[in-house]
């Protein structure tokens, strides 16, 4: 990259770093933000600064929010007793999306991977079962991604639910295998909550 | 994408602009940047304020620098005859990083398109002629992509300073270094075969 400005080229090589951009869409997407420096590169870079100044984890469930505690798990609407667990916050976002869903979630920040050495204490699931037992819950749904860690992950769990006598279940039609939930309209998510099963 | 604060959000709709970036990978983009707080989101928003205070075209040739007039146009090494026609800058960074041309650029800023309404005067056409006068070129190569608009564009060029006497390339068309003909579409394999060469 030794053809542009040390400017351009420092911020090439961040933006490559993005999941879906390679460095020469880097390139592309950096001569367009250029180009459209008032209506774009500006307010990217000042929403940019918004979040990095406002986003946070919640500290009970793992959503992204602008408070300690978001707006799902300050709800009383949303104790309803259903808690349903996903891997990621783009997961929890897709629940939301297809709108059926009206409990609280509990956010892993991942699955159990003997590859990539994440154990419980890695993810978010030290914390799920003192939620249970606190928020008065009835049931959990496993809405994890059809993939090999995501279904150990899914029965790792519902065995440390197993002793506590609340209902599990889990996404089951409508989830091809293999597939991730972030990939799916919203009528197969909600089609999938509705013919969920008891594992 | 009501599901996330509005600052998120917005971040979200702007990243979802940029080319290689939907909405899918947007989200997953600005998850990363937020997990990434003072690794990737706080020195993205720091470089695109930087580009956004620095970075302009040239006057001279289209070519994205820090100055008025970009370090090419300035260096009397470039300055040797020949000038070579791209349609944008990221074909001006693709030929400096094969590192074999010598000369200086012009950046059209597209090619003509009867389609899109783009006319010689939407490209930087106009300038072109003078520059070929006051800065004493003899050889113009036209380096434009092999679409059709880019070809048509190519033609018009050509003919536009036919009357100037001097000598006008393209670059050659053929089967890439390493290519595999099985891999190759149609119209290259006809164009390599078509400027075949005597061996
Ligand atoms: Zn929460
Ligand atoms: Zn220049």
Sequence with gaps: MSE????IEDLVALMARLPGLGPRSARRAVLKLIKKRALLLIP??????????TARECLTCGNIGTTDECDICTSSKRANGELC?????????????????????????????????VGPDELRIP?????????????????????????T????????????????TSLAQGV????????????????????RKAL
């Design 85 to 117: 667990i996903v891997e990621d916050v783009a997961d929890l976002w897709a629940m939301e999306r297809a709108g059926i869903f009206k409990g609280r979630y509990h956010v892993l920040g991942g699955t159990l991977s003997a590859l990539d050495d």
């Design 44 to 53: 990217l870079a000042d929403a940019m600064q918004a979040v990095a100044a």
């Design 127 to 151: 914390q799920l079962t003192r939620r249970v037992q606190e928020e008065g819950v009835t049931e959990v749904i496993l809405a994890l991604n059809a993939t090999i860690d995501g279904q």
């Design 176 to 195: 091809p295998i293999g597939g991730e939930l972030d990939y799916l309209d919203d009528g197969t998510i909600s089609a999938a909550l509705r013919a």
């Design 153 to 168: 992950t899914a029965h790792y769990i519902a065995d440390q639910l197993d002793p506590m006598g609340l209902t599990v």
């Design 4 to 7: 542009a400005p040390k400017d």
